[in-house]
């Protein structure tokens, strides 16, 4: 296979996850309409999916178990905590208050964050390109934000905020998590980091629920079940390949199609429209995502 066949499955294989992915706000917001809570379903969605991350952890090994040590192990359980877990928890949480289309933009922002927070904690450099390219993204989700709050008000502002919650956790477990993919590979470690969010749900449930989880239309386990395959292991793994396939700079600019393709599914799924200026601030959004991705791109072909 030469390498531009290679490029161009690598492509399409991001394409297809990046779909999967944002077919999740979709499945969230229909499962709301059966007045399920947040929390029981994201604990369908990690009960769900959690036979086949044991499955994949089962069979796979680390890529270099003489690299590992005990303190790793410690750093999965807080990675599974805050990526997978706090993400997705804060996430389910601001679908309550707001559009699917709205959940992604915000949630775009953080290719960003990232940045940030390699500067805050490890120090790293910020050219004038990315300072140019968040400015730009943070000015795109105002536009649409501020459009959605004059139409809703105190709810949008408060899904806002918890869905920048789990942009920067998210960006907080990528930019801690780095160090550790290369001696678990990404398999095995997206495994065990799904594993610790499940049981952190559990507990979750455990502590503040245990009200009955049996009770609901068999429309939620559907749709608890076809958010656990679709938009959460299949597509894991897709990207995962993706990435392999392309680098994660390239992969990044693919994934500027997030938020039109959560759009459109919203459109055709949920009846939500957007407005001239939603769709302005959704394209300035994707502009500031693509020239963060190349500068990121020109800085790895520098070193």
């Not at 009200?211 to 679709?230: H, K, N, R």
């Not at 502009?287 to 190349?294: D, L, M, N, T």
């Amino acid at each position: 296979m030469n390498l531009s066949t290679l490029k161009n499955s690598g492509v399409v294989i991001g394409i297809i996850g990046i779909v999967m992915f944002s077919a999740k706000a979709i499945m969230v917001k229909l499962a709301y309409q059966y007045e399920v809570s947040s929390l029981h379903l994201l604990l369908f969605r990690m009960l769900f999916a959690l036979p086949f991350y044991l499955v994949i952890a089962k069979i796979n090994k680390p890529l270099h178990p003489d690299k590992i040590n005990k303190k790793d192990y410690v750093w999965i359980i807080f990675f599974g905590f805050i990526g997978y877990y706090l993400a997705s928890y804060f996430d389910f949480l601001g679908l309550q208050f707001i559009k699917a289309g709205l959940e992604r933009i915000i949630l775009f922002v953080y290719p960003t964050l990232v940045i940030i927070i390699g500067k805050i904690f490890l120090k790293n450099k910020i050219s004038s390109t990315q300072i140019i390219a968040i400015v730009i993204t943070y000015l795109g989700v105002v536009i649409t934000f501020w459009g959605e709050l004059q139409y809703n008000g105190d709810d949008v502002l408060l899904g806002g905020l918890l869905i920048f919650l789990s942009a920067l956790t998210y960006a907080s477990y990528l930019v801690g998590s780095g160090w550790l993919i290369p001696k678990f590979g990404v398999k095995i470690f997206t495994s065990y980091a799904m594993l610790v969010s499940t049981v952190c749900v559990i507990i979750h449930y455990l502590i503040t629920d245990r009200t009955s989880i049996i009770d609901y239309p068999y429309q939620v386990y559907v749709l608890g079940f076809l958010m656990a395959v679709f938009s959460t292991v299949i597509p894991s793994f897709l990207v995962s390949l993706a990435i392999k396939k392309l680098g994660a700079s390239n992969f990044s600019i693919i994934g500027s199609i997030g938020p039109i393709s959560t759009i459109i599914l919203a459109y055709f799924f949920l009846n939500e429209r957007l407005t001239f200026m939603q769709l302005l601030g959704t394209l300035i959004v994707i502009v500031g995502i693509v020239v963060v991705s190349k500068s990121k791109h020109k800085k790895v072909i520098a070193e």
